[in-house]
């Protein structure tokens, strides 16, 4: 079946390390899209690759990595800097005549230990 | 940069009856796109509706719809014969039109969490 996927369901992170998120997309979509939920929140735009070997920062890009070396794939890495990792992540990938339209993966829950 | 409000944090309505959840937001542009997105305890985001605005016609999926209103810059979504299976939180979205490649992702409100009374 079609879809997006993201592993692992529940990651946990220890101080100072780094740690990646997966998101892959078999539905041949060309954009692909991270966000973070915090509590009580709305989604925000982290990090966005509209094609294979490039990337733009979203609204809240600091402390986070990303790459897109194959269409399919978008990961994201958390990195040391980020200060306030604990969230609820969100992989996207959009469809549509103009790609206006995002469909969600399951999401990945972030704590730090 | 845009912005998008949901004023009602918690809405109740009775199970089969109806009730409608309020977003604005603002823009300077004239060619965007509208969301609404479902988000049921399982977390996963599902999409319910879409409008875009160059058309007059209020979207509709089911029981499911919307009350556009370009002017005021509002968008309200319509669940008629509510069901227990709709409990969830509710976000409206944006996207702005004037990006191709879907580029700029969206901007989302901070939802409406809906309960449906049994």
């Known amino acids: 079946d079609g879809g997006i996927t993201q592993s692992p369901k529940y990651l946990f992170r220890k101080e100072g390390q780094n740690v990646t998120l997966s998101c892959e997309q078999n539905l041949n979509h060309d954009a692909m899209y991270w966000y973070r939920q915090d509590p009580g929140q709305g989604l925000r735009l982290i990090y966005y690759?509209?094609?294979?070997?490039?990337?733009q920062k979203g609204d809240i890009a600091e402390g986070y990595s990303v790459s897109r070396e194959k269409k399919e794939s978008f990961p994201l890495t958390v990195t040391s800097a980020q200060k306030n990792p604990t969230a609820f992540y969100l992989c996207?990938?959009?469809?549509?005549?103009?790609?206006?339209?995002?469909?969600f993966g399951p999401g990945t829950r972030l704590l730090v230990l | 940069a845009q912005t998008v409000t949901q004023s009602q944090p918690e809405m109740s309505v009775q199970e089969a009856e109806t009730v409608t959840l309020s977003c604005t937001y603002d823009t300077s542009e004239s060619d965007y796109y509208l969301f609404w997105y479902k988000q049921p305890p399982s977390r996963q985001m599902i999409l319910v509706i879409r409008?875009?605005?160059?058309?007059?016609q209020n979207a509709t999926e089911n029981r499911f719809s919307v009350n556009f209103q370009k002017a005021a810059k509002s968008f309200s979504l319509k669940i008629s014969d509510s069901q227990l299976g709709d409990a969830a939180m509710y976000f409206c979205a944006y996207r702005s039109g004037l990006s191709g490649g879907g580029a700029d992702g969206l901007t989302f409100g901070k939802g409406t969490h809906l309960i449906i009374q049994p």
């Open positions: 409008q875009e605005a160059y058309k007059q």
């Open positions: 996207a990938s959009t469809s549509g005549q103009y790609q206006e339209t995002q469909y």
């Open positions: 690759s509209q094609i294979v070997n490039d990337f």
